[in-house]
């Protein structure tokens, strides 16, 4: 029976090696690390290969640790593709170690210095989230694009097809935020939330961006960071606060809470989807639709 034991998850292993051999694959398999990224290069490859996310959709990449199947998983991909600048922050040295043996794309390496948001001198300190300025993530993408072809030469007339076909719905959904968000400059409104993830969403259109905490889901809101938000929500009369999927919404019910200490009535809206899709089948689902999604709930919840 002991042998048993011991032989079985070998044999486990042995058959999960050779069901997902590399040589054996009809397809390339890139792998993504964010539901966000993966959805932008199935968008440039189209039926070339197969895209998998490394984290499932809801979860908080500034948190994320990587696991042995995760570790199977980027060591067995034809091409890795993560989003840099620190987004994926426990994996850094895995990025590192895989770049003396695997094919490595860094979508957000080009993108120049003067366009990124930072909080401080420190290289951590950068802010990540550029996806939430649609021309900023156009940036990340075309570099993307750029790399594949020159990772798969004999793909460049169909992804130069479908990259010049995406950034064009990207420039299309980046007027749509304009229009939308200038309603809202109109109401004297402001975006609050719980972390600060949308610094590069107010820098593109051009409207006033609070988050409770900072960069990263791991830092804490202090007492002063409460009261100070508090004090701003009602001076400047704004409607809602907003929660975000993948964070949990204790802090800014703190923020509604003692908005509401102060008779003044605010709603808290969302959730925002701010570092990953929403499930596959949802409206969230998609890059663009996830941007959509969010716009029209923010502009919904302010001015209504």
């Not at 420039?171 to 109109?186: F, G, P």
């Not at 830092?219 to 993948?246: C, K, M, W, Y």
């Not at 959730?271 to 029209?296: C, E, K, R």
Request: charged letters at 20%.
């Amino acid at each position: 029976m002991k042998k048993l034991l011991v032989i079985l998850p070998i044999l486990l292993l042995s058959f999960a090696c050779k069901f997902d051999n590399p040589k054996e694959r009809i397809k390339p398999k890139i792998v993504a690390t964010t539901s966000i990224l993966a959805d932008g290069i199935r968008n440039l490859v189209g039926e070339n290969a197969e895209v998998v996310s490394l984290m499932p959709a809801g979860v908080d990449p500034h948190l994320y640790k990587a696991s042995v199947r995760d570790l199977d998983l980027l060591q067995n991909a034809d091409l890795v593709i993560y989003h840099g600048l620190f987004l994926e922050g426990k994996m850094t040295e895995i990025f590192e170690k895989l770049a003396f043996s695997q094919n490595l794309i860094n979508v957000s390496e080009n993108i120049p210095n003067e366009l990124l948001l930072r909080s401080g001198p420190e290289a951590h300190s950068v802010d990540p989230h550029i996806w939430f300025d649609v021309s900023l993530w156009s940036l990340a993408l075309s570099h993307a694009s750029e790399e594949i072809i020159k990772w798969k030469p004999e793909w460049k007339s169909t992804v130069n097809k479908n990259t010049d076909s995406y950034l064009s719905e990207l420039a299309n959904l980046h007027q749509e935020n304009l229009t939308k968000v200038a309603e809202l400059r109109k109401a004297n409104q402001a975006l609050i939330t719980a972390h600060d993830a949308f610094s590069y969403f107010g820098k593109a259109y051009n409207l006033e961006v609070l988050g409770l905490q900072g960069l990263s889901t791991l830092s804490e809101p202090g007492l002063r960071d409460l009261t100070g938000l508090v004090s701003f929500i009602i001076e400047r009369n704004i409607h809602a606060v907003f929660a975000e999927q993948t964070i949990s919404p204790k802090a800014i019910e703190a923020v509604v809470a003692g908005c509401e200490n102060q008779n003044h009535e605010i709603k808290l809206a969302g959730p925002l989807y701010t570092d990953s899709l929403g499930a596959s089948d949802s409206p969230a689902g998609t890059y663009i639709g996830m941007v959509t999604t969010n716009v029209q709930v923010i502009f919904e919840s302010l001015t209504q």
